[in-house]
């Protein structure tokens, strides 16, 4: 049984001020008790790749995992952090156990840009299930729900030839899956709020007065043909929210959690959002892991 998960670390930079330094030390002490195989992070801050690698560094060394990718190069196979870098300071990663393997050519970075406003991280592991697997850790648009949109097509396009993989992440959006009853699994949490930033959130309505509907067309094109299925709804667990457990607009919702290909839904046999007095200190965010089971990920089939 391994485990992946996802966490944003709010703001992670490298600590200088006692405050910092005590935040970071519980990061840390947060990320070992996890127990993960593989953790997607964001917000990893520095204001320049080099800066946010050397974070990535220290935190990896901190918790005893690994982060150095295999460049997708055979005649530059030195290895690279498994970061992935921003238009602004806020950055993308990948960490993974000690003894797991990265596949030579499996690393690729999806800077922010022409793709994301934030950035995406894969890489292809070697787990000892029937083939490797791909793993991504992305961050979505907070403001703008049509680029929400444009960025997960991005998303899906990475898993278009087939492959099997889990990506985790801070979506920045409300889930469109389903319960087996059909309802969503993510309840609206817009449509009693009323604030100004909710445009970011919601589908457009020239009404001020309007009820406000969360704009889940982009986490649609995510599910679309089971391309990728949210793991909390595919084994339809207790609803619990990742965020909104400190100030904000907001209040508590979900949008960190982890999705995986077809080819994973036979292995998956557990969600949950780790909520405890450390993960709800340390960070804006909580962690959202998922056990599997490498040997039942089933075989690629015929692209749909």
Not at 163 to 185: C, H, K, T
Not at 251 to 270: F, K, N, Q, Y
Request: charged share 25%.
């Amino acid at each position: 049984m391994l485990t992946f998960g996802t966490y944003n670390l709010w703001n992670l930079d490298l600590p200088r001020t006692a405050v910092q330094k005590e935040r970071y030390g519980l990061l840390v002490e947060v990320i070992r008790s996890l127990d993960v195989d593989v953790l997607a992070v964001q917000e990893i801050l520095g204001d320049t790749p080099r800066s946010a690698e050397a974070v990535l560094r220290r935190l990896a060394d901190d918790t005893g995992m690994d982060c150095a990718a295999v460049r997708p190069y055979a005649y530059d196979s030195a290895p690279i952090p498994a970061l992935a870098s921003s238009q602004h300071t806020f950055h993308t990663a990948l960490m993974w156990r000690q003894g797991i393997e990265p596949v030579t050519g499996g690393w690729r970075a999806y800077h922010g840009g022409p793709d994301f406003w934030h950035s995406m991280a894969t890489v292809i592991l070697d787990v000892g299930a029937a083939r490797p697997v791909k793993f991504c850790s992305f961050h979505g648009d907070p403001f703008i729900p049509q680029r929400r949109l444009w960025e997960n097509y991005r998303v899906r396009s990475v898993f278009r030839t087939g492959e099997a993989g889990m990506i985790g992440a801070d979506w920045n959006q409300i889930s469109a899956d389903r319960r087996p009853d059909g309802s969503f699994y993510d309840p609206d949490p817009y449509t009693a709020q009323d604030h100004d930033d909710l445009l970011y959130q919601v589908k457009w309505n020239p009404d001020p007065d309007a009820t406000p509907v969360a704009d889940r067309d982009p986490a649609e094109v995510l599910r679309w043909r089971g391309t990728l299925t949210d793991t909390a709804a595919a084994l339809d667990v207790s609803w619990e929210p990742s965020c909104g457990h400190m100030p904000d607009n907001w209040g508590e919702r979900r949008i960190d959690t982890v999705r995986v290909t077809r080819h994973l839904l036979p292995s998956l046999r557990a969600h949950r959002t780790v909520r405890t007095p450390a993960t709800l200190a340390a960070s804006d965010h909580l962690p959202a892991l998922v056990d599997f089971e490498p040997v039942a990920i089933t075989h690629l089939g015929e692209q749909r």
